[in-house]
């Protein structure tokens, strides 16, 4: 079992910077491809960038070359540095945790809002 807890989501004006941490506890973070996702008033849930165990990246089309990735394996903390913000990066940005289909956990959501 993993429990998720995201934190950093605030109001940041347009083309300002946020970090998001997300702290995993309860099994072995190192393992896990951790992803973060966002779900914006009346859109599906997307993914928005994912680091594997090995640190590899992938990320949607939306956030590439504004939005990082990254993990702390020793502090079993993953990171999002978002940067050059817009409004449509407004949402409820969610951590996730992924081993395998039955080891897949989510945290409870953090929002952004990006306005003037």
């Known amino acids: 079992q993993v429990q998720l807890v995201e934190s950093g989501g605030d109001f940041v004006q347009p083309g300002g910077s946020r970090r998001l941490s997300c702290e995993a506890s309860g099994s072995i973070f190192c393992s896990y491809v951790m992803g973060w996702y966002r779900q914006a008033p009346g859109k599906e849930r997307e993914l928005v960038e994912g680091i594997g165990s090995g640190g590899r990246t992938n990320y949607a089309d939306s956030v590439k070359g504004r939005f990082t990735i990254s993990r702390d394996n020793a502090k079993n903390t993953d990171y999002l540095q978002m940067n050059s913000v817009k409004p449509e990066d407004t949402a409820v940005y969610y951590c996730?945790?992924?081993?395998?289909?039955?080891?897949?956990?989510w945290g409870q959501g953090t929002q952004v809002t990006v306005s003037s």
């Open positions: 996730n945790a992924f081993l395998n289909l039955h080891q897949n956990y």
